[in-house]
């Protein structure tokens, strides 16, 4: 799947270099999977592999008002960790054919995917949900 998403970057970005695609994906693929803790460790792994290569951070401006709006209508609090939690599973489903959410009762998981399955479709973004239990 890196390749695939190296690929479909390069094409979105031909006047990028190389080692700022690669970096940019390995970033992106993998900074979602990640606890909080182990973030900033990763963030410099990255950067010690692609010396002096700083990357913007990616952002969803429309899919971000569409999630407040959609935080809002569900009588939630919009909590920045929590909208970032919402982008990180957008990103994840962007490059992965499936995922599972888990974790103890009580802890957002149905409410992340309605709102994000709700953001997406006022973005216009497709999408499908496949409930396995």
Known sequence: SVLRTLGSEKRAHPEDGEQTIVMRVLRDMNLSKLVDEDEPLFLSLISDLFPGITLETAG????????????TAAGLVNHPPWTLKLIQLFETQRVR??????GPSGTGKTCNIHVLMKAMADTGTPHREMRMN
């Open 60 to 71: 969803y401006p429309e899919l971000e008002a569409a999630i407040a709006k959609n935080v």
């Open 97 to 102: 054919h499936g995922f599972m959410a888990l």
